[in-house]
T-cell receptor, first 116, second 119 residues
Framework: DTAVSQTPKYLVTQMGNDKSIKCEQN?????MYWYKQDSKKFLKIMFS???????INETVPNRFSPKSPDKAHLNLHINSLELGDSAVYFC???????????????FGSGTRLTVV | AQKITQTQPGMFVQEKEAVTLDCTYD???????LFWYKQPSSGEMIFLIY??????QNATEGRYSLNFQKARKSANLVISASQLGDSAMYFC????????????????FGKGTLLTVNP
């Protein structure tokens, strides 16, 4: 029973294409995130949503557009893919700390995007 | 400026020995949380241990313990009795306080330490 699931796990596509990565969590968490892990393994946040509201947008090109249809889903759409977009993209979720839970960051298994 | 610094790009340890992975952090917040994650070669991010800034005791989870020295702003991970399966990338991360609203809970990661356990 996967807590945070991402699809697809692997994505190979040509430059200029548009692609989407889907993420779903069944933990009842309030906040969801997209992180990018580059070829040097560095993890950097891209976006976060809290209850469908965009909270964090970290200087990500406009070609990247997150969409959260509901609290349990956060999708990432990428337009006009470039070679530099090749990376592993992780979805994560966390519980709102105001409810008293100290931690609860759970990551999906990642989507390895390769742009050729 | 880097908020999380992991100064050891790679570490080697003999099986069954203990190893310490270093992490220092920079924040002006009073309330923050520190995390360690493990990323094996299969790629998933596995939560290991958490330390809150107000926690008086060092966190422990099985073979993992966090050596929290608040004044020095360090949060080193100690793995006791290393096993071959501990070979992986280890990331230190920080969640800062709720400045700007209660939902700004992003984790900021260090660059990681690649641990290799030798038989």
């Amino acid at each position: 029973d996967t807590a945070v699931s991402q699809t697809p796990k692997y994505l190979v596509t040509q430059m200029g294409n548009d692609k989407s990565i889907k993420c779903e969590q069944n933990l009842g968490h309030d906040t969801m995130y997209w992180y990018k892990q580059d070829s040097k393994k560095f993890l950097k946040i891209m976006f976060s949503y809290n209850n469908k509201e965009l909270i964090i947008n970290e200087t990500v090109p406009n070609r990247f557009s997150p969409k959260s249809p509901d609290k349990a889903h956060l999708n990432l759409h990428i337009n006009s893919l470039e070679l530099g977009d090749s990376a592993v993209y992780f979805c994560a979720s966390s519980q709102d700390l105001r409810t008293g839970r100290r931690y609860g960051y759970t990551f999906g298994s990642g989507t390895r995007l390769t742009v050729v | 400026a880097q908020k999380i610094t992991q100064t050891q790009p790679g570490m080697f340890v003999q099986e069954k020995e203990a190893v310490t992975l270093d992490c220092t952090y920079d924040t002006s917040d009073q309330s923050y949380g520190l995390f360690w994650y493990k990323q094996p070669s299969s790629g998933e991010m596995i939560f290991l241990i958490y330390q809150g800034s107000y926690d008086e005791q060092n966190a422990t989870e099985g073979r993992y313990s966090l050596n929290f020295q608040k004044a020095r702003k360090s949060a080193n991970l100690v793995i006791s009795a290393s096993q071959l399966g501990d070979s992986a990338m280890y990331f230190c991360a920080m969640r800062e306080g709720t400045r700007g609203g209660g939902s700004n809970y992003k984790l900021t990661f260090g660059k990681g330490t690649l641990l290799t356990v030798n038989p």
